[in-house]
């Protein structure tokens, strides 16, 4: 581009039919740039919140939904994805004005508290990335099952509690 700029406008004494040529070698470059297709997905949302979920929850899915808005089909090049991500996407190229979606499995069997993944689109000149965040909580463990630190509710069950507890202690 710099060596076209240079031949149109040069000062120099240099015939005025130079300078067309490199003028209509400048237009034909940029004519071939600007007809490549370009990934123009528009996302009903880029980001994702699973919210709170619990210990049982080991295996997510959610789907990203997206709308080619371009005018020329559009391909998507390469997905790239955080740890324990499946990603499945389109391979042939999606038309204008044509739908899709890009499918996820989410391991977090090894996951305890919150985790944000990404997950990037490639296309031919642009990359979109893609979040999904959440809050795996762990269920609280107890020792022995032992319950009493809960203070009986009434004094019958005090009783109650009292000859249960003395009866554990002869049985040991």
């Known amino acids: ?51 709170n979920l619990s210990d049982k929850d080991t295996l997510l899915t959610y789907s990203f939904v997206f709308c080619n808005k371009g005018q020329d089909s559009a391909l998507i090049k390469r997905v790239e994805s955080s740890c324990n991500i499946i990603v499945n996407y389109p391979k042939e190229a999606i038309k204008p004005n044509i739908s899709g979606t890009i499918d996820i499995l989410l391991d977090i069997s090894q996951t305890i508290g919150k985790f944000n993944k990404s997950i990037y689109i490639y296309g031919d000149t642009t990359a979109i990335k893609l979040s999904i965040t959440g809050n795996r909580i762990a269920a609280p463990t107890y020792k022995d099952e032992d319950y009493s630190a809960i203070p009986p509710t009434s004094n019958k069950d005090k009783k109650a509690r009292k000859k249960s507890n003395k009866k554990k202690r002869e049985n040991q």
């Not at 700029?5 to 067309?20: A, D, E, H, L, P």
């Not at 007809?35 to 949302?45: V, W």
Request: charged share 15%.
């Open 1 to 51: 581009v710099a060596f076209v700029c240079y031949g149109i406008f040069t000062n120099s004494n240099k015939i005025f039919m130079k300078r067309i040529i490199y003028f209509t070698i400048g237009l034909i470059l940029l004519s071939t740039t600007s007809g490549f297709a370009q990934m123009s997905f528009e996302f009903d949302n880029k980001e994702y919140s699973f919210g």
